[in-house]
């Protein structure tokens, strides 16, 4: 029987929490904020301490480990669990005061550093399963940072099992931790050669047993609008305002449905994220989103659509649309190699939970590592509310997250 003790992974997630690691999304460095480099560098000391000899951490904030196979067995891939260490810049990260209730009791918990921030059944199903057990939450100024140091907590949880158990067989386990995912850039320095993996799993889900072999596909769109710009005492019949039309197309897109307030379920979207620019010049930046790529062709379309027929509105107004791809559905490359979705479903079930498959209306490192080699789906941890005052964590599920990874392990060395 694998066991890992709830209260063990709760007292390591609470010292992580603890330290920014905010990522920056106006930052073009590597990584986008230093002090994510902070926790990278604890946790490097910390796999050295549990005896793990092949540990590093470079320049770029990403920590590498290998736990060695034990097996007689020569065939086993290396698998990767993979976490990462930043977190999200919409709520406030700094000076997080994790707060661990041990038995919740399911009464309203109200948060104290602001008592408008109150966490309940009603607003919060999921807490019904967590009676008697520990919740963990931030105090009402901040996120918590489950997304995604429960992930951290886990894989690190995992890995002193296996130096602590070495009966427990298993391949060459590789351990990685990203900076910047939240910002959409945990791939963009990964070195895969010095990784040295097959296949991995991100723990970067939410309620226990859920696993996630589908995402988004993704792409940036970016409108620039060119108008007329002529002295505005002299404009009239002569200026054409890019601002104004940039107004003009966003008035214009959808109001009941196709963006991500309306939509749900396998339903693609477009949201615009920013507007910059002057009289002369405008830009408009949106993300766009569908589970497939002929989908994802249609909104393009249908949103180049839409913004030609307003700037043909204005007499010599022009625009420009260009198209920058962000990621792609995981489960293009995941249905190639079904054994390991099958493989984590099973260590799922081995770990007492029932399987909850789910696709991902966002993505995941492993959306781009599926890409770039290695198949990669998402495992649970149990964060809720993620990117809010009001998120919080299950204890159980981290552990039960934790003993995934062992079961996963070893199933990968039983089945090769």
């Known amino acids: 029987m694998i066991y890992i003790s709830p209260d063990n992974i709760a007292e390591r997630f609470v010292r992580y929490v603890q330290i920014d690691t905010q990522s920056d999304p106006t930052s073009t460095a590597h990584p986008s904020s230093e002090k994510q480099k902070d926790l990278s560098k604890i946790l490097h000391r910390e796999l050295l301490g549990m005896g793990i000899t092949d540990a590093t951490n470079d320049e770029y904030g990403y920590v590498y480990a290998t736990i060695p196979g034990n097996s007689d067995k020569k065939n086993i891939p290396a698998i990767c669990f993979c976490a990462h260490v930043d977190t999200a810049p919409d709520c406030s990260g700094t000076n997080v005061k994790p707060i661990h209730r041990r038995y919740y009791d399911g009464a309203d918990i109200v948060l104290p550093d602001d008592t408008s921030q109150v966490l309940s059944i009603s607003a919060s199903p999921y807490l019904k399963e967590h009676l008697n057990h520990g919740v963990i939450t931030a105090s009402g100024l901040t996120l918590l940072g489950a997304d995604d140091k429960s992930g951290v907590a886990a894989v690190m949880e995992a890995a002193l099992y296996f130096m602590q158990y ?6 060459d386990i590789k351990i990685l931790f990203t ?18 993996a097959q296949f991995g799993y991100t723990l970067d889900g939410g309620e226990a047993g859920s696993l996630e072999d589908e995402t988004f596909s993704a792409d940036a769109a970016i409108i620039t609008i060119s108008g007329i710009i002529v002295h505005p005492g002299y404009a009239k019949d002569k200026l054409v305002n890019a601002l104004k039309i940039a107004g003009a197309v966003l008035d214009a897109l959808p109001k009941n449905e196709w963006s991500p307030e309306t939509t749900s379920g396998r339903e693609g979207f477009v949201h615009p994220v920013a507007v910059n620019g002057i009289a002369e010049k405008a830009t408009i930046q949106f993300i766009v989103r569908d589970f497939t790529i002929t989908g994802l062709q249609q909104h393009h379309d249908r949103l180049k659509k839409i913004a030609a027929e307003v700037v043909a509105c204005f007499s010599g107004a022009t625009m420009e649309y260009t198209i920058a791809e962000q990621y ?3 489960k293009e490359v995941l249905d190639q190699h079904p054994e390991v979705v099958a493989y984590a479903a099973e260590a799922i079930q081995r770990a007492g939970l029932t399987v909850k498959k789910e696709s991902i209306r966002g993505g995941t490192d492993g959306s781009r590592f599926s890409y770039i080699g290695m198949p990669c789906p998402n495992i649970f941890t149990g964060m809720q509310n993620i990117h809010s005052k009001l ?15 062992v079961h996963l392990s070893m199933i990968w060395e039983e089945k090769s």
């Open 179 to 196: 900076p910047d995912e939240e910002v959409g850039q945990g791939t963009a320095k990964v070195d895969m050669q010095k990784l040295g």
């Open 166 to 171: 070495p009966s427990v067989k298993h391949g």
């Open 328 to 330: 792609r559905n995981m």
């Open 391 to 405: 998120e919080w964590i299950g204890t159980k599920d981290m552990a039960k997250a934790a003993e995934t990874i």
